[in-house]
Nanobody, 129 residues
Framework: EVQLQASGGGLVQAGGSLRLSCTGSGFAFDDYTVGWFRQAPGKDREGVACINRSGNIVYYSESVKGRATISRDNAKNTVFLQMNSLSAEDTAEYYC??????????????????????WGKGTQVTVSS
């Protein structure tokens, strides 16, 4: 059974940091690009970060660039998203997803384009101001 599990969300004060984890099982995790998306209430889903299978190509949306770092440990089938200098605008449900292609899907600004092979359930990040 294919599974993607996002974890690490929680309540954090503005200016704080969180590290989200995405762990996969049931498929060849190290063959897949992994992206992080987020969706705030009443807003469209947004692709915020992506890392290719080998970890040498990464993408960040303008909304998190300079504050986020994505990395992966293929030996542990896990991708991490370190988020710093959090603000209320970062409050959202965060999802990870895996796709056999590259980061072009995640970098799209059109939510209708967010077709990934596998999706995990989200983890809630709430930033208090």
């Amino acid at each position: 059974e294919v599974q993607l599990q996002a974890s690490g969300g929680g309540l954090v004060q503005a200016g704080g940091s969180l590290r989200l984890s995405c762990t996969g099982s049931g498929f060849a995790f190290d063959d897949y690009t992994v992206g992080w998306f987020r969706q705030a209430p009443g807003k469209d889903r947004e692709g915020v970060a992506c890392i290719n299978r080998s970890g040498n190509i990464v993408y960040y949306s303008e909304s998190v660039k300079g504050r986020a770092t994505i990395s992966r440990d293929n030996a542990k089938n896990t991708v991490f998203l370190q988020m710093n200098s959090l603000s209320a605008e970062d409050t959202a449900e965060y999802y990870c997803a895996a796709d056999y292609s590259g980061c072009s899907v995640v970098s799209s600004t059109d939510p209708n384009y967010y077709v990934m092979d596998y999706w995990g359930k989200g983890t809630q990040v709430t930033v208090s101001s």
